[in-house]
Nanobody
């Protein structure tokens, strides 16, 4: 059974940095693509950063030039490096991983969500 787990959240002062990790486990799998989302209290969940199956990256304008998404080429892991954090970045951050299952016929792709990790930016 595939599991996706985020980690790395915490409390940081404005201007600080955090690195979030998204780890997938459960069989012969790789993360083909992934999108980091965030949800602030009282707001809808919104996409923040995406890494595609070809390694291309996309960002919402709110985090462009401050955040960087990357994918590990050896392990089923995705990262979100967050720099110059602002109070408005405070949210629960979720990873949606598109995972290819090499142990199944046809190597199907399926999406999985993690449980989220809290990021709080405050002085």
């Amino acid at each position: 059974q595939v599991r996706v787990v985020e980690s790395g959240g915490g409390l940081v002062q404005p201007g600080g940095s955090l690195r979030l990790s998204c780890a997938a486990s459960g069989g012969n799998i790789v993360i083909s693509a992934a999108t980091w989302y965030r949800q602030a209290p009282g707001k809808q969940r919104e996409p923040v950063a995406t890494v595609t199956s070809r390694g291309h990256t996309n960002y919402t304008d709110l985090v462009k030039d401050r955040f960087a998404v990357s994918r590990d080429n050896e392990e089923p892991m995705v990262y979100l490096q967050m720099n110059t954090l602002k109070p408005e970045d405070t949210a629960v951050y979720y990873c949606k991983a598109t995972i290819r299952h090499y142990s199944e016929p046809g190597w199907p792709l399926r999406d999985y969500w993690g449980q989220g990790t809290q990021v709080t930016v405050s002085s």
